[in-house]
């Protein structure tokens, strides 16, 4: 028994230190593969300007590979790490990549909020065409026009929706609009918040933005090539495949005459997953560095709307 208990041990030690192996070798290839697709845009990038040539499919294929790969994920986490050891010896340098993300997530949010208007607009351009006009179409434009079934124009309204969703939702977390499940929260130090905070965003943040990334890479893509690609497809089966590769956009509408835009929102899950990601590691750096820093630096460099005087545009936020 006690033989067979120190091989099971023996066993899991072993397996955990092949995991850690793995886990160094692949970020350790991280740094190179940053290094390689720096140096050689063409492998992955040459279907940007799309000739219908061999070249082009092959890189094609390396990007919807690589987009999905572990070999991406180490390359970014290579950045990351690089940037966060760079922060704790020149904390101002993190400071830095903090205001430029939320920046970048208060930019977003602010310039999509404008669809909410746009959905209202066109909600009532709809209304009168229906009730007043009555009208079977809507038709924008000059020369030759925008021109679609009013349904079309109905069913579209959802992308603008999706758009307020996916595209300002770090906007939201910077600016304190979440919703806050509290039952511990406020009643501990301010290092232990941003202990929690730093908790809650490596356990929750992140791996839910990586998960929503994987999945929704190959959901997009599934819809705007084939033959379709597959997660459990090796980059050796993509390349061999390449050479019938075509695109085929979906265009297939829940009715006759509907919205048939939908590969859309497929984009807009992919951004939504890109932008949770990027905010959870500046939400993990500030939280860092409001520990380090302690109290006084709670909300520094913070950006927040205001209606003017100093009142806070969102009411309850901490």
């Given at each position: 028994?006690?033989?067979?208990?120190?091989?099971?041990?023996?066993?899991?030690?072993?397996?955990?230190?092949?995991?850690?192996?793995?886990?160094?070798?692949?970020?350790?290839?991280?740094?190179?593969?940053?290094?390689?697709?720096?140096?050689?845009?063409?492998?992955?990038?040459?279907?940007?300007?799309?000739?219908?040539?061999?070249?082009?499919?092959?890189?094609?294929?390396?990007?919807?590979?690589?987009?999905?790969?572990?070999?991406?994920?180490f390359s970014v986490l290579a950045i990351v790490l690089t940037?966060?050891?760079?922060?704790?010896?020149?904390?101002?340098?993190?400071?830095?990549?903090v205001r430029v993300l939320e920046g970048f997530a208060n930019?977003?949010?602010?310039?999509?909020?404008?669809?909410?208007?746009?959905?209202?607009?066109?909600?009532?351009?709809?209304?009168?065409?229906?009730?007043?006009?009555?009208?079977?179409?809507?038709?924008?434009?000059?020369?030759?026009?925008?021109?679609?079934?009013?349904?079309?124009?109905?069913?579209?309204?959802?992308?603008?929706?999706?758009?307020?969703?996916?595209?300002?939702?770090?906007?939201?977390?910077?600016?304190?609009?979440?919703?806050?499940?509290?039952?511990?929260?406020?009643?501990?130090?301010?290092?232990?918040?941003?202990?929690?905070?730093?908790?809650?965003?490596?356990?929750?943040?992140?791996?839910?933005?990586?998960?929503?990334?994987?999945?929704?890479?190959?959901?997009?893509?599934?819809?705007?090539?084939?033959?379709?690609?597959?997660?459990?497809?090796?980059?050796?089966?993509?390349?061999?495949?390449?050479?019938?590769?075509?695109?085929?956009?979906?265009?297939?509408?829940?009715?006759?005459?509907?919205?048939?835009?939908?590969?859309?929102?497929?984009?807009?899950?992919?951004?939504?997953?890109?932008?949770?990601?990027?905010?959870?590691?500046?939400?993990?750096?500030?939280?860092?560095?409001?520990?380090?820093?302690?109290?006084?630096?709670?909300?520094?460099?913070?950006?927040?709307?205001?209606?003017?005087?100093?009142?806070?545009?969102?009411?309850?936020?901490?």
């Amino acid at each position: 028994m006690e033989n067979e208990n120190g091989a099971e041990a023996g066993g899991f030690f072993a397996a955990v230190f092949d995991g850690l192996i793995w886990f160094v070798q692949s970020l350790a290839l991280g740094f190179y593969d940053i290094l390689y697709a720096i140096t050689h845009p063409g492998s992955w990038l040459d279907w940007l300007t799309w000739a219908n040539t061999t070249e082009d499919k092959e890189s094609l294929m390396r990007f919807v590979y690589y987009g999905g790969s572990t070999e991406f994920f180490f390359s970014v986490l290579a950045i990351v790490l690089t940037v966060f050891a760079v922060g704790v010896w020149r904390n101002e340098f993190m400071w830095g990549c903090v205001r430029v993300l939320e920046g970048f997530a208060n930019g977003t949010g602010r310039l999509f909020a404008w669809a909410g208007l746009l959905m209202v607009l066109q909600q009532i351009v709809i209304v009168f065409m229906q009730r007043i006009f009555t009208r079977p179409d809507i038709s924008f434009g000059f020369g030759i026009p925008l021109q679609f079934d009013i349904s079309w124009f109905a069913e579209e309204l959802k992308l603008y929706n999706a758009m307020v969703v996916c595209l300002s939702v770090t906007s939201t977390f910077v600016q304190g609009g979440q919703e806050r499940a509290d039952l511990s929260y406020a009643a501990v130090s301010h290092r232990a918040k941003r202990v929690i905070d730093m908790v809650g965003s490596l356990i929750f943040m992140v791996p839910t933005a990586v998960l929503i990334w994987l999945y929704g890479w190959y959901f997009l893509w599934r819809h705007l090539i084939t033959p379709n690609p597959a997660a459990s497809y090796d980059l050796e089966r993509l390349m061999r495949t390449s050479r019938a590769v075509r695109w085929s956009v979906e265009t297939i509408g829940f009715s006759p005459n509907g919205f048939n835009g939908y590969f859309l929102f497929k984009i807009l899950l992919v951004s939504f997953a890109g932008l949770v990601f990027l905010h959870g590691v500046a939400f993990f750096m500030r939280s860092y560095l409001e520990w380090k820093e302690g109290e006084g630096s709670e909300g520094k460099y913070m950006d927040r709307d205001t209606l003017g005087d100093g009142e806070e545009a969102y009411e309850g936020t901490h």
